[in-house]
């Protein structure tokens, strides 16, 4: 007899995937699932996704889920979340729906210590819309509005919105990963689930920030793209733990 | 029941909070601060009620698009600048078929404008207001106690219909104190329908999706089709209006909110002088009510349409009518509050030009 060691998690949706080869959407979905498997939480989960690449995360997770407008992911789940405090609430967006249009949102709702996961994929790129500059593109990266690489007087400097997020008096645990490597798709993991657990908890605002590699939009191979990932993005946005105040909340 | 002496805007609230509301976000503009104040405090004293004064306009209506998905009654007001910043979240609460109470508190404009009172905002309102060809039963209460039932009607006709609700005031409704009754509250829990389509977990079913993104667009024209259902089915049964000494008039004054109040003070001091002259009220500007408008220009020749603004519904009034009437047009932009003197003086020149006195 055969033991299965690897299977579909039940939170997630027996779909073909619309993503480009080797995006990270994927690999953060499963994630996403796994845990909620683990949690044993499918059953009261409900999840807002983003405008952009993964507005149709829907087709993938299989958890009750509710659009929203472009950046306002937070603004929903909030609604949702204090209507029903005993669900398990969380967003999943991009740099530019969190850190662009949705800023305010992200910043407002790590005050007031709103128990939301937020899964915050950082690609450093629109990637929907075909490349534009995000606010998260690094200084001297070419995309399709940055022509020359972008400039800090004129396109301004990468936002670092997970250390803003830090400042927030309401925001409990906050972690930067990326899902370029085996080792580094098991930390993100562990990390999606901290954020989780310290919603269940009812301690406050949670958020993972996962770099990820979007190679099309970049104009790099799958490979060379985790390499820009592991090598260039980390620069400006240094991986591990940026806040964890989940004993001070206890 | 219960009587009670207050202004317009804690009216709205209280209503709300009988008809069922649980969930209110709003962000602070005057003239109708002191709605989200009320809602604060009122909320603050029950188990099951959420308040959050929130960071802009654009987090208070999703936030209500959340609540909504979530399955309870949900509210946010403001006034016209703040109104127009919701649109977004309007269009997306129309298009994933979301019941939800929305209070504008008109106040002059365009842009910043001022704080007083006007009715600017009716295109706005009964054009949709945000992208994407879709309606919003708008509600235009003239008094403290039809704020009331107004209030309370709107919670009922969003969940029946689910569809976004406008409760259209301005700040002369807001801020006015006038005696009203309340009806006993309803305990929502207890009496409200079951939402069968809620985003509660997917607990013994299969997961469920509220969205409005519909790439194909032949599946998107079938959505458009079956909000135009929804739409002329709302057109058909929900128009509202009040008649006012028509039986024998000659000229109807057409009004509503604020001026239709000023006009019928202009129409009783006419009558005094022996003008036969009556008021058209409509009281919900969409659906406009149309029929009942063509059918008194059958016998009603003339009318003289009074708003505070430039003329807006008076286009909907000269649709209704076609070439049955005269449609004549008064309006004070910007804030200015006519009297009924003023009107009255309207309605004596419109009698001696069609010499029908």
Redesign the interface.
């Known amino acids: 007899m055969a033991k299965q060691v690897f299977k579909r998690p039940e939170a997630l949706k027996e779909n073909t995937t619309h993503y480009c080869p080797g995006c990270g959407h994927g690999i953060i979905h499963r994630l996403i699932a796994e845990v909620i498997d683990e949690l044993g939480i499918?059953?009261?989960?409900?999840g807002?996704p983003p405008a952009g690449c993964a507005?149709l995360a829907?087709n993938y997770i299989?958890?009750?889920?509710?659009?929203?407008?472009h950046g306002?992911a937070i603004?929903?789940?909030?609604?949702?979340?204090?209507?029903?405090p005993d669900?398990v609430v969380f967003t999943y967006q991009g740099d530019g729906d969190i850190a662009a249009i949705g800023t305010?949102?992200a910043?407002?709702a790590a005050s007031r210590g709103e128990r939301l996961s937020v899964i915050f994929v950082n690609n450093g790129v629109y990637g929907m819309t075909g490349g534009q500059m995000a606010p998260t593109t690094l200084l001297g990266q070419t995309t399709t509005t940055t022509p020359g690489g972008r400039l800090p007087l004129r396109d301004g400097f990468p936002l670092d919105l997970s250390q803003m997020l830090a400042v927030a008096g309401g925001s409990v645990y906050i972690e930067r990963t990326t899902v370029t490597s085996p080792k580094n798709i098991i930390r993100t993991k562990k990390a999606i689930k901290k954020a989780f657990q310290v919603q269940m908890d009812g301690l406050g605002f949670a958020l993972v920030e996962i770099l990820s590699q979007c190679p099309i939009n970049w104009k790099l191979s799958p490979v060379a793209a985790c390499r820009w990932v592991e090598e260039e993005v980390v620069k400006s946005y240094p991986l591990g733990v940026i806040k964890d105040a989940r004993e001070k909340s206890n | 029941m219960d009587r009670r002496l207050m202004c317009g805007s804690h009216v709205i609230g209280e209503a709300a909070t009988r008809a069922g509301c649980r969930f209110y976000a709003g962000y602070p503009i005057t003239p109708q601060n002191e709605l989200p104040e009320y809602m604060s405090k009122r909320f603050a004293k029950m188990d099951d009620a959420i308040f959050i004064q929130a960071e802009s306009e654009l987090a208070a209506i999703n936030m209500v698009m959340g609540a909504s998905m979530a399955g309870v009654r949900a509210m946010t007001s403001s006034s016209s600048p703040g109104i127009s910043l919701k649109q977004e979240g309007i269009s997306y609460i129309a298009g994933m078929e979301l019941p939800a109470v929305i209070v504008n508190i008109m106040r002059g404009g365009p842009g910043l404008g001022n704080i007083a009172p006007s009715q600017q905002d009716y295109f706005q309102a009964t054009r949709g207001g945000g992208h994407g060809g879709y309606r919003t039963i708008v509600l235009a209460p003239c008094s403290g106690q039809e704020m009331v039932t107004l209030t309370m009607k709107a919670f009922d006709l969003a969940d029946a219909y689910r569809t976004p609700v406008l409760v259209l005031g301005d700040g002369l409704m807001g801020q006015m104190m006038e005696p009203v009754t309340f009806p006993d509250p309803i305990d929502p829990a207890a009496t409200l329908p079951q939402k069968d389509w809620v985003l509660d977990g997917a607990g013994g079913r299969d997961s469920r999706l509220i969205a409005s993104l519909i790439l194909d667009p032949i599946d998107m024209e079938q959505h458009n089709w079956k909000l135009a259902g929804k739409y002329k089915a709302i057109c058909e049964s929900e128009t509202r209006h009040e008649s006012y000494l028509l039986d024998d008039a000659v000229l109807a004054v057409v009004a509503f909110g604020t001026a239709a109040r000023i006009a019928k003070g202009a129409v009783n001091r006419v009558r005094k002088a022996g003008l036969k002259v009556g008021l058209f009220r409509p009281i919900s500007l969409w659906p406009f009510p149309e029929k009942e408008l063509k059918a008194l220009s059958s016998t009603i020749k003339h009318l003289l349409v009074f708003e505070m603004n430039l003329g807006q519904m008076v286009e909907d009034v000269k649709i209704s009518v076609g070439e049955q009437a005269t449609v004549d047009f008064h309006g004070r932009p910007g804030g200015i509050i006519s009297t009924p003197h003023e009107i009255a003086g309207e309605i004596t020149k419109l009698i001696y030009r069609y010499d029908t006195g």
């Open positions: 499918r059953d009261k989960t409900v807002v507005v829907y299989d958890v009750d889920m509710g659009e929203a407008p306002r603004a929903v789940a909030t609604g949702i979340k204090r209507t029903r669900l305010a949102e910043i407002h």
